[in-house]
């Protein structure tokens, strides 16, 4: 059972809009925490896509964007592409573990 | 450019145990931090720990402290991961990571925005 929770999958047409949930507690999103987000393509290494939030490192469209409230964050895409096709992670502290957490991934499909 | 390559797939027996390097290049190995996270077949990452490349500090996770052990060599900005007493559930993509904030010394949440390629490591008897 991962610390942070995400949906297992999620889908959706090339050109849509999907959103990935990361939900945690008030010992690591909710205590103000930052959450990142990682896509990680099939046989490779992640990636960093956001960091502190809401920001985009250099090169990684605008397309991807994300937002937390609360104890939970959010991984918005728009315009879905075939390439998007990837595995994608969340990660905050939590300060009662003492440590770097994980959400157990979500894996988006584009149909 | 800013790389982290790591060091090739280990095959080793239940017992036993594994020691992956990470080289790093393209930037001043002693201003970050480095991750290490590993990945099971089939299953999402886990944290194992960072170690301060400026003085050596190292944050472990509950989980594997007593078994893991975190060192860096600054002549060659190369870090290493000891993993000890491997078990079949150690089976895992091991992976180094480097903090996105320049820190010397402490350990602080950060996202990781460099990568090394991974290391497999098979515990298999």
């Known amino acids: 059972q991962s610390v942070l929770t995400q949906p297992p999958s999620v889908s959706g047409a090339p050109g849509q809009r999907v959103t990935i949930s990361c939900t945690g507690s008030s010992s690591n999103i909710g205590a103000g925490y930052d959450v990142h987000w990682y896509q990680q393509l099939p046989g490779t290494a992640p990636k960093l896509l956001i960091y502190?939030?809401?920001n985009r490192p250099s090169g990684v469209p605008d397309r991807f964007s994300g937002s937390k409230s609360g104890t939970s964050a959010s991984l918005a895409i728009t315009g879905l592409q075939a390439e998007d096709e990837a595995d994608y992670y969340c990660q905050s502290y939590d300060s009662s573990l003492g440590s770097v957490v994980f959400g157990g991934g979500t894996k988006l499909t584009v149909l | 450019q800013v790389q982290l390559v790591q060091s090739g797939a280990e095959v080793k027996k239940p017992g036993a145990s594994v020691k992956v390097s990470c080289k790093a290049s393209?930037?001043?190995?002693?201003?970050?931090?480095i991750s290490w996270v590993r990945q099971a077949p089939g299953q999402g990452l886990e944290w194992m720990g960072w170690?301060?490349?400026?003085?050596?500090?190292?944050n472990y996770a509950q989980k594997l402290q007593g078994r893991v052990t975190m060192t860096t060599d600054t002549s060659t900005s190369t870090a290493y991961m000891e993993l000890r007493s491997l078990r079949s559930d150690d089976t895992a993509v091991y992976y180094c990571?480097?903090?996105?904030?320049?820190?010397?010394?402490?350990?602080?949440?950060?996202?990781?925005?460099?990568w090394g390629q991974g290391t497999m490591v098979t515990v298999s008897s």
């Open positions: 990571a480097r903090d996105r904030n320049r820190r010397f010394g402490g350990f602080g949440p950060d996202a990781f925005d460099i």
């Open positions: 170690i301060s490349a400026y003085n050596g500090n190292t």
């Open positions: 393209g930037y001043t190995f002693t201003s970050y931090g």
């Open positions: 502190g939030n809401s």
